[in-house]
């Protein structure tokens, strides 16, 4: 990959909160997260509820302040950045949300809520008539009619309600997109249609999009690359194919049998069935987050934090696990054996 469009180096995250059984008050949400993103790639992020994704999301919004850590966007710090600097750096990363009706104003018509950004963004298109123009065409090119700008969000279907959240994000010429779950609240026929809106747009456009979702068949269709969270550590990343055909850390493998898939030869899937829940992420695990739930976990996971182990895809991509024992293959692995630990 050419140099990378958003880079994220060793992002840490903590939250004071009320006292936990052991009487830790910090919850680090983020720990070491280490992230690129190319231009025009799409990359897809999934783990379990609570592992970080919108912590993550949100500190690249600048919603939230990391405690360490860097983010550099085309080599700029966007946290060292004041003023006017700021104000022009925040509408080059956008945002689209899970609840397309949640997320769009009620009181206000499809373009007005489309047009907003530039009430604070001026300069972008200053003149009323370059606005409804430029709505119009935003409209257009989200598959909605331009005469649909008068009509309020009540008036929309689901599909259509983010799609107008769609427009708004791309109303001040992102360079990136973040979309948390954008599929998930919408039937899967208007799933299909909104996931190939993004496609399109993405080609047109030349956009980047990090796609946050627990769907990973979702994941799959989309992603050009995948990272694997799990309490606040990216665990593995690599190319989708691989990641998805190839998974190398445990909890990946165990993901990845979970997920439904159509197979038309009829093969059996073996699944990987984990014990125990989550952890907390207030007391996580010493060592290795995972080896409480893992099946190859030894004295060393609960003593030593693994370093990522790099292998190279056939190719020719790099694909990182977090795992002092990752997977070479994961073919003949049973439930019954992964289970066992």
């Not at 609570?50 to 085309?74: H, I, N, Q």
């Not at 001026?122 to 009619?145: F, H, I, K, N, Q």
């Not at 665990?235 to 990641?243: S, W």
């Not at 093969?267 to 207030?282: T, W």
């Given at each position: 990959?050419?140099?990378?469009?958003?880079?994220?180096?060793?992002?840490?995250?903590?939250?004071?909160?009320?006292?936990?059984?052991?009487?830790?008050?910090?919850?680090?949400?983020?720990?070491?997260?280490?992230?690129?993103?190319?231009?025009?790639?799409?990359?897809?992020?999934?783990?379990?509820?609570?592992?970080?994704?919108?912590?993550l999301a949100r500190t690249l919004m600048m919603l939230e302040t990391p405690d360490a850590g860097t983010v550099t966007f085309e080599g700029t710090n966007p946290f060292g950045l004041r003023g006017k600097e700021l104000l022009n750096w925040r509408r080059?990363?956008?945002?689209?949300?899970?609840?397309?009706?949640?997320?769009?104003?009620?009181?206000?018509?499809?373009?007005?809520?489309?047009?907003?950004?530039?009430?604070?963004?001026?300069?972008?298109?200053?003149?009323?008539?370059?606005?409804?123009?430029?709505?119009?065409?935003?409209?257009?090119?989200?598959?909605?009619?331009?005469?649909?700008?008068?009509?309020?969000?009540?008036?929309?279907?689901?599909?259509?309600?983010?799609?107008?959240?769609?427009?708004?994000?791309?109303?001040?010429?992102?360079?990136?997109?973040?979309?948390?779950?954008?599929?998930?609240?919408?039937?899967?026929?208007?799933?299909?249609?909104?996931?190939?809106?993004?496609?399109?747009?993405?080609?047109?456009?030349?956009?980047?999009?990090?796609?946050?979702?627990?769907?990973?068949?979702?994941?799959?269709?989309?992603?050009?690359?995948?990272?694997?969270?799990?309490?606040?550590?990216?665990i593995e990343t690599g190319d989708t194919e691989e990641v998805f055909d190839h998974p190398r850390h445990p909890y990946t493998a165990a993901l990845m049998s979970a997920s439904p898939r159509l197979d038309v030869t009829g093969a059996k899937r073996d699944?990987?069935?984990?014990?125990?829940?989550?952890?907390?992420?207030?007391?996580?695990?010493?060592?290795?987050?995972?080896?409480?739930?893992?099946?190859?976990?030894?004295?060393?996971?609960?003593?030593?934090?693994?370093?990522?182990?790099?292998?190279?895809?056939?190719?020719?991509?790099?694909?990182?696990?977090?795992?002092?024992?990752?997977?070479?293959?994961?073919?003949?692995?049973?439930?019954?054996?992964?289970?066992?630990?």
């Amino acid at each position: 990959m050419s140099e990378p469009l958003l880079q994220i180096d060793g992002l840490c995250k903590t939250f004071h909160v009320a006292k936990s059984a052991s009487g830790n008050t910090r919850l680090k949400a983020l720990d070491g997260i280490s992230l690129t993103v190319g231009r025009g790639e799409t990359l897809g992020l999934v783990g379990e509820s609570g592992c970080g994704k919108s912590t993550l999301a949100r500190t690249l919004m600048m919603l939230e302040t990391p405690d360490a850590g860097t983010v550099t966007f085309e080599g700029t710090n966007p946290f060292g950045l004041r003023g006017k600097e700021l104000l022009n750096w925040r509408r080059r990363v956008q945002m689209v949300f899970q609840d397309p009706f949640a997320s769009l104003n009620a009181r206000m018509s499809a373009g007005d809520i489309i047009a907003e950004p530039w009430a604070t963004h001026r300069s972008l298109y200053p003149s009323s008539r370059e606005r409804e123009a430029r709505v119009r065409e935003l409209l257009e090119m989200v598959g909605l009619r331009p005469t649909d700008a008068r009509k309020s969000p009540q008036e929309f279907s689901g599909g259509q309600r983010q799609r107008i959240g769609i427009a708004r994000a791309l109303a001040l010429n992102p360079d990136v997109i973040i979309l948390d779950e954008p599929v998930s609240a919408l039937d899967l026929s208007v799933q299909a249609q909104v996931l190939n809106l993004l496609n399109d747009l993405q080609q047109e456009l030349g956009v980047s999009y990090i796609f946050i979702s627990h769907d990973l068949t979702v994941v799959r269709h989309v992603a050009d690359r995948v990272a694997v969270m799990y309490l606040g550590r990216i665990i593995e990343t690599g190319d989708t194919e691989e990641v998805f055909d190839h998974p190398r850390h445990p909890y990946t493998a165990a993901l990845m049998s979970a997920s439904p898939r159509l197979d038309v030869t009829g093969a059996k899937r073996d699944r990987i069935v984990l014990q125990g829940e989550l952890p907390s992420p207030l007391d996580p695990p010493s060592g290795c987050r995972f080896r409480t739930r893992c099946w190859k976990a030894q004295d060393i996971c609960a003593e030593v934090a693994p370093e990522p182990r790099v292998a190279t895809a056939a190719d020719g991509t790099l694909h990182l696990a977090e795992c002092h024992f990752p997977l070479e293959s994961v073919r003949g692995l049973t439930g019954a054996t992964a289970a066992a630990g």
